[in-house]
């Protein structure tokens, strides 16, 4: 048997593979039962199952690549994906008072929409990790090096607060912080660079009306019951509906009246109600799980930029969904950040399998 037939049969068995066929499987199950009360929830369900396929085939692909070659083409990649971000700023179709995608109107499947802003993530820690050495091989801690490095980074934040995607914008900062802090950077540049922006972030919150409302709403739902609390108060009430052991697959009586985007944004609602508190236990293991994992590949690794793709990466997937079940929860006001693998959508989805299979392909390259 060939090496390279050996690698293919060691990715179809690989543990990053068999997680996302279980997790994306189980998204498929769970938006049936978010839109069982459509009418057309096999419209929905087939339309994911293409998009996993599409992502299985992917994430096979970034497995078997071997890191170098994304060493070679970070800077293309980075490049283009740039362009996609700013040129989505005047060009994208608005959604909701964002202009986040681009529209496609593929015969047989219905329109698609494409998020850019998903497909940058891994071209975003690709880019961070490539130029992160040689920013601070010499002077490791020092606000000049910084400066620059948060400048790289603030090239790819500024498109996205054009759309504005805020949730999306918290990932990438996220994203950034954690590829900054694992390289040796300094706390106190961090906390400095969040001082800085606070300014900034109130002149935003007081231009954009929605979040103020959305903060309202969080502060005091009961208080803005008619307006931004009132899906902080749905949330609160399926959570309840379901209880500690659901009603069944199906039986989402709660969501399906009143909770929005059931099969999206609050798709962790939505199963709660189905198979309760404990039945989403397993979920909140899996991701935990899943980051100890990825944190034990990045200890592993002797060259620091690889290190830095796998702590970037698992850490823009685990605190996306750890985002989304803290609104679900009512931790967090409202940020139209989806579940990843569960959550109907293809960008989402095929981005994520993006992301594993790079890590993927990191682990499985000997160190």
Not at 233 to 260: F, K
């Amino acid at each position: 048997m060939t090496g390279s037939r050996k690698n293919f049969i060691a990715c179809l068995f690989s543990p990053g593979l068999l997680l996302c066929c279980i997790i994306g499987l189980f998204g498929c199950v769970a938006i049936f039962n978010a839109t069982f009360h459509t009418g057309k929830p096999f419209y929905f369900v087939s339309r994911q199952l293409i998009w996993l396929s599409i992502g299985i085939v992917v994430l096979l692909v970034c497995t078997l690549t071997p890191p170098d070659v994304y060493e070679k083409w970070t800077l293309p990649i980075a490049g283009v994906m740039l362009a996609l971000l700013y040129f989505l700023t005047f060009a994208g179709t608005e959604v909701n008072g964002m202009r986040g995608w681009f529209t496609f109107d593929c015969m047989g499947i219905g329109t698609v929409f494409f998020q850019p802003s998903e497909f940058a993530k891994p071209a975003f820690v690709l880019f961070l990790a490539k130029v992160a050495k040689p920013s601070y091989d010499q002077e490791p801690v020092c606000w000049k090096g910084y400066i620059l490095y948060l400048a790289m980074a603030c090239v790819w934040f500024l498109p996205i607060l054009l759309q504005p995607d805020f949730g999306t914008l918290v990932l990438f900062v996220i994203g950034f912080a954690c590829i900054y802090w694992l390289q040796g950077g300094r706390i106190a540049h961090l906390i400095a660079t969040v001082l800085v922006s606070a300014p900034f972030a109130g002149l935003i919150i007081h231009h954009h009306r929605y979040i103020q409302r959305r903060l309202l709403g969080f502060y005091d739902p009961l208080g803005h019951a008619d307006e931004a609390g009132w899906h902080i108060l749905q949330l609160r009430t399926t959570l309840a509906s379901g209880g500690p052991w659901g009603r069944s697959i199906g039986d989402t009586v709660w969501s399906r009246n009143y909770l929005p985007l059931g099969h999206s944004d609050s798709i962790f609602a939505t199963v709660a109600e189905s198979i309760g508190f404990y039945g989403m236990v397993p979920i909140i293991l899996t991701i935990v799980a899943w980051l100890i994992y990825c944190c034990h590949i990045a200890k592993q690794q002797r060259i620091l930029k690889n290190a830095l793709v796998v702590a970037g990466l698992s850490a823009m997937i685990a605190a996306q969904a750890f985002i989304h079940i803290s609104v679900t929860l009512g931790l967090l006001p409202p940020t139209g950040i989806t579940l990843p693998m569960i959550s109907y959508g293809g960008s989402s989805l095929v981005s994520t399998m993006i992301s594993i299979g790079i890590i993927s392909s990191i682990a499985n390259q000997k160190t």
